[in-house]
C-alpha cells in the first residue's frame, strides 16, 4: 500500500481534508466503510482527487452544489441543494469508495432519493445516530440532542465523545454525530479504528487523538470547558484543576456568565447531582447537574 503518510499530507494542504478524512480514507482502504463522503470546493477538489485516485479509489460528483440553510448556537452551518449554476451555491459532495458502482450509488441517495437512513447506512452511520440527525433544526443543535441522550453517569466512554471536536477536530468514530455519549455502537466504531491505526503504524496519531477525547469536560452558564491538566480522584468523586490551562467554548452564553463564582475553583466534588466548587479548601458555591449544566468524565 501507499505511504499514508500521503493522507496526512493532503490534510495539511486543504481544511476539506480533515483529521476524521485521513480516518475515513484508511476505514475504506482496509474494508472497515463502505464509502466516505466529502464536502469540497473547487480548489479542494483538485488537490483530494489525484491523491485519492492513487490509491485506487473512486470517486463520484454531485449534480448540485450546495448552499447555506440554517446556522445553530454551536456554529455549525447545515445545507440544502442547489443547481450546479445557482451563483448562491459553493462547495459540493463527493462519494469515496473502492468501488465505482458503490460510490455513484451513494451519489445518487443523496442528490435524487433524499433518504437519510439509506444515505447513513452506506456510509457505515449506527441507525440510532442517523435517526438522531434529523431531530438537528435551527433551533435544536447537535449538541443539544447528543446531551438529552446522555443519561446521567459518574464517568463515560470516551469512544463517543463528540464534544472533543469543538477544541481539536479530533475522533477517532466516523464523520456524523453520536446520538449520545453511551452509543454503544459508536464506541465500537472507535475500538476499530483504533486497531486499524495500530495496524497502519499510526500510534502517535492514535495516542494523540485518543488523549484529545479524554480530556474531561464542564458545561456551565452556556460555556463549554474543556478542563486541560485535571486530576480526577475516583474515590471522592472529585476533580481538581487550574482553569487557565482549560479552553472555552461559547455556546449558549448567559449574559452574566463571566461573574459566575465558577471560575475562581480549583476543584469540584460531585455529590450525587449537585456539583461542589472549591478554592482550595473554600467552598465558593454550588450548580445542580441538569441536562445542559454538567460535568463529563471520560476514561
Excluded at 481544511?15 to 464536502?39: C, S, W, Y
Excluded at 476533580?239 to 463571566?258: H, L, Q
Aim: glycine residues 4%; aromatic residues 12%.
Amino acid at each position: 500500500m501507499k505511504d499514508v503518510r500521503e493522507l496526512i499530507d493532503l490534510h495539511r494542504k486543504t481544511p476539506h481534508f480533515n483529521i476524521r478524512n485521513i480516518i475515513e480514507t484508511l476505514a475504506v482502504i482496509d474494508g472497515k466503510k463502505p464509502v466516505m463522503r466529502l464536502v469540497v470546493d473547487d480548489a479542494a477538489y483538485d488537490l483530494i482527487v489525484p491523491c485519492l485516485e492513487s490509491f485506487d479509489l473512486k470517486i463520484a460528483r454531485s449534480d448540485f452544489r450546495q448552499k447555506p440553510a440554517f446556522t445553530t448556537n454551536l456554529g455549525d452551518t447545515y445545507t440544502e441543494l442547489t443547481e450546479s449554476n445557482d451563483p448562491k451555491g459553493g462547495d459540493f459532495s463527493l462519494m469515496v469508495a473502492l468501488d465505482s458502482n458503490l460510490a455513484s450509488h451513494a451519489m445518487r441517495i443523496e442528490d435524487y432519493q433524499e433518504d437519510p437512513g439509506a444515505l447513513g447506512k452506506i456510509l457505515g452511520y449506527p441507525d440510532c445516530c442517523t435517526v438522531s440527525y434529523e431531530r438537528i433544526n435551527e433551533d435544536t443543535d447537535w449538541l443539544m440532542v447528543f446531551l438529552s441522550n446522555t443519561p446521567f453517569q459518574k464517568t463515560y466512554s470516551y469512544r463517543a465523545n463528540r464534544i472533543a471536536y469543538l477544541f481539536d477536530e479530533k475522533s477517532l468514530f466516523f464523520d456524523y454525530f453520536p446520538c449520545s455519549l453511551t452509543c454503544k455502537k459508536t464506541a465500537e466504531i472507535t475500538s476499530i479504528i483504533s486497531l486499524m491505526l495500530r495496524k497502519y503504524g499510526m500510534n502517535d496519531f492514535l495516542e494523540d487523538v485518543t488523549e484529545a477525547m479524554k480530556v474531561p469536560v464542564l458545561i456551565s452558564d452556556g460555556v463549554i470547558t474543556q478542563i486541560k491538566k485535571s486530576h480526577y480522584n475516583k474515590s471522592s468523586d472529585t476533580i481538581t484543576f487550574d482553569f487557565s490551562k482549560s479552553r472555552f467554548y461559547g455556546w449558549k452564553v448567559e449574559t452574566n456568565a463571566d461573574d459566575s463564582f465558577i471560575w475562581e475553583s480549583n476543584k469540584i466534588k460531585r455529590n450525587n447531582d449537585i456539583l461542589e466548587f472549591y478554592r482550595d479548601s473554600t467552598r465558593l458555591g454550588i450548580m445542580e447537574q441538569t441536562e445542559y449544566e454538567r460535568l463529563l468524565i471520560f476514561r
